[in-house]
Every structure is written in C-alpha cells, then in structure tokens.
C-alpha cells in the first residue's frame, strides 16, 4: 500500500461500545468545529498540507453591508441582490442578513472573500446566500479572513449546481469558509433541493461545509423522490479536492422515507452524504489527492423504524443511510457510491448511519473505489464496513454489489 489504511477499529466490531468511540469521536469533533479537525490534523501530525498558493489579488471593494446602490465596475446593486455581471476580480467584505451575491451566468470572476459574513438562515423565503449557477468562479480567502455563507429554505449555502464551476483557493496563510445549506434541502457547497452538484475544487483554506435535511456538505442537495421511483436531482457533480482542510457533513433525514424499493408509504427524506450525493442521489466522480479531509454522516432521526422495508422483519431506520463519502442512500443507481479515486492527503471519513464509509448508501451499489496512497481512517457501525455498498439485509457489506474496489497493496 503506497499510504496508510486503517479501514477497521478494532474497538468498532466490539459492538455497541465500539459505536459509542466512533460517534464520540464524531461529537468531539463537531463540539470543537474545525479546531477540532485541526487538533486531530495537528496531533496526528498528518494531512493539511496546501500547494503552492496564489499571490493575493485585489479588485474593486464590495460592502455586502452597505452596497453602493449605484454599483460598481462589473457588478450592480438591486433588491437586496449584489450581482456581478461582468469578469473581472472583485473584493467582497463586511457582514448582513438581507443581501446576497449573485454571479450571472456565463461569468469567469475571480473573487476575494475577505471577512464576509451572509447569514439568510432565519429569512422567510428560499434565499440563497451566494450563488454562481452557470458561472465559472474562483474563490479566494484573503490572508486570515473568516468568511460564513448561510441560506435557507432549498438553497444550498455556497450554490454550484450543475453547469457551474467553482475554485476555492487561499491566500499564503490562509483563511476558512463556513457554508451552511437551508434546511429544506441544500447542500453545504453544491445543489439545492432537487438538484446536482457542479464543479466543485478545493485546493487550499479551510471550507466548513454543512447540508441541510437531505442535502451533501459538498455536492448534491436533496433528490426529489416526489415521482418515486424516478429521482431528480441529488447528484454529487466532481468534486476534486488537493489540499487545504476540508470538513464537510451531509444532512440529516427526516420522516419517513418513500421509495419504490424502500418504505411504503411515506413522504420523508433520506439523509446526505458529508462529501458526494444527497438523499437518493449518486455520489458522481470524487477525487481526493491532498490536503486533510474530514467527511461525516450523522445518524438519522425521525419516525421509528417500521418493519416495512422489503425484507420481512426488516426494520430499517426510516431515514436512509447515506456514506460519508460516495453516494447518499437508499438503492440501485439512484444511490450508488459513484467514481471515488483517493491518491494522497489524509482522509477520515465516519459514518453513524448504515452506509459504508467510503462507497455507497444502504443498499446502493459500489460504483468504483480507487485507493492507491494517502491515509484513511473509515469509522464505520459494527457489523458494516468500511468500503462499497451495504446489503438488504444489513449482514455486511457486499465488495460485488455491481462495481469495483481497487486498493492498491
């Protein structure tokens, strides 16, 4: 093996006690944030190390807080909305909880974030906080900036659907991002309800990213399963990632869920992956070659579990199990892990739900999984595994479940 790979702890297939380390570790470290992802990074001494960065650039400053309502070169002010028309290098500052970014579509932006803090969560309405759909843009942090991104409603905090692309960068000494998707379905970075993630790269900084119900941290927001069996949206696009630290956790899911190979009846939404697909949608192509990454899938909650799954005496959680990376659950292709290659950095991907760590959802299939260095740490439920696809029954998890698994000893 050309890294390290811890796929099973052993204290994990003791049972329940094993559980409790993993989700310790996993509330440990949401307690802490992402000094908590940095202390185990640093105390560890592996993984964060960033490529070279761009040397800072500057462009005309944007008050997000106070936006001349007659705009700017490139960009213009009107209904709450700072919408950058033009390509160029643009600087956004200060903090509100009314007014947003948008970047028109067909845009290349370069743009600098330094100390921003948009917060739309507690608004009435679907507002997306900052929104490139069909743009190409790079972000970067200005040098110790903290920068938040909250939407609401079926919005993803930091929205790169599918068609757009996004670069996140950072200044020589850093700077964070904290992205947040509303509750109805956003992902952290990527797609809102009911849509697939873009072009996702993350190559320095440290980006926080949060899902709402149903939605990917990075990647895909919810799948709508309104028309079950057919999904729409909740793919997780391509998400490369070659350095920085990156912690990202899928949403949880709520009620019970309904799906043709699933529960009936039902009206709920599975949960979704920290990096990869939302609920019911497929992981898409996810690459990893660097930088320290942290992915968790947090157990569901909901409506109690009801032997109705398709199994008799199967008493599934009614939420879904999505991974931690891959696809989010539930079945078939609607959830399979996708593409996952990982070459380098540092990886530790925990899941509380009956997904596998790194791979597929309940019941989703394989994909194709790709291991050839780096060190990865996959914390997963006794009884499961660490890699692939579960099975109906819960017994395990199924290597030959339609795909491949190549770790390269």
Not at 78 to 101: E, L, W
Not at 131 to 155: C, P, R, Y
Not at 333 to 361: L, W
Not at 369 to 379: E, K, N
């Amino acid at each position: 093996m050309k890294g390290l790979i811890i796929s099973r702890i052993e204290a994990l297939r003791g049972g329940a006690s094993g559980f409790g380390f993993a989700a310790c570790a996993a509330i440990c470290v949401f307690a802490l944030g992402l000094t908590g992802c940095e202390f185990i990074r640093d105390f560890m001494g592996i993984g964060g190390e960033e490529p070279p960065q761009p040397a800072m650039v500057s462009g005309p400053a944007i008050r997000i807080d106070s936006p001349d309502p007659e705009g700017g070169p490139g960009w213009s002010f009107d209904d709450n909305t700072v919408t950058i028309a033009k390509n160029g290098v643009y600087t956004i500052q200060g903090g509100t909880t009314v007014n947003r970014v948008k970047v028109s579509s067909g845009v290349k932006a370069n743009i600098v974030l330094d100390g921003v803090d948009i917060d739309l969560s507690a608004g009435s309405a679907d507002e997306c906080a900052f929104d490139i759909t069909g743009a190409a843009v790079e972000l970067i942090f200005a040098l110790g900036s903290t920068n938040t991104l909250k939407s609401n409603g079926t919005s993803a905090g930091l929205h790169v659907p599918a068609g757009a692309a996004l670069t996140i960068t950072s200044a020589a000494g850093g700077g964070t991002l904290s992205a947040a998707g509303g509750n109805s379905g956003g992902a952290g970075i990527g797609g809102g309800n009911g849509e697939d993630g873009g072009t996702i790269t993350i190559s320095g900084g440290t980006v926080n990213a949060t899902g709402g119900t149903g939605g990917a941290g990075i990647g895909g927001g919810k799948g709508d399963n309104s028309g079950s069996p057919t999904i729409v949206g909740g793919g997780g696009g391509n998400i490369t990632i070659s350095g920085g630290t990156v912690s990202a956790t899928g949403g949880d899911g709520e009620g019970d869920v309904k799906h043709a190979n699933y529960h009936q009846p039902g009206t709920g939404t599975s949960g979704g992956s920290g990096i990869g697909g939302g609920s019911f949608g497929p992981g898409g192509t996810i690459t990893i070659r660097g930088g320290f990454v942290w992915a968790y899938s947090p157990a569901s909650s909901g409506d109690s579990p009801t032997p109705a799954g398709p199994s008799p005496g199967d008493t599934d959680d009614p939420n879904g199990d999505p991974p931690a990376i891959g696809g989010g659950s539930v079945s078939g292709s609607d959830g399979d892990a996708g593409t996952i290659t990982i070459s380098g950095g540092t990886v530790i991907a925990v899941t509380e739900s009956r997904g596998a760590a790194i791979g597929g959802g309940k019941r989703a299939k394989n994909g194709s999984i790709s291991i050839s260095g780096g060190t990865i740490i996959a914390l997963y439920r006794p009884g499961l595994g660490p890699y692939g696809g579960t099975t109906n029954t819960q017994s395990g998890y199924d290597e030959s479940n339609d795909g491949t698994i190549g770790l390269d000893s």
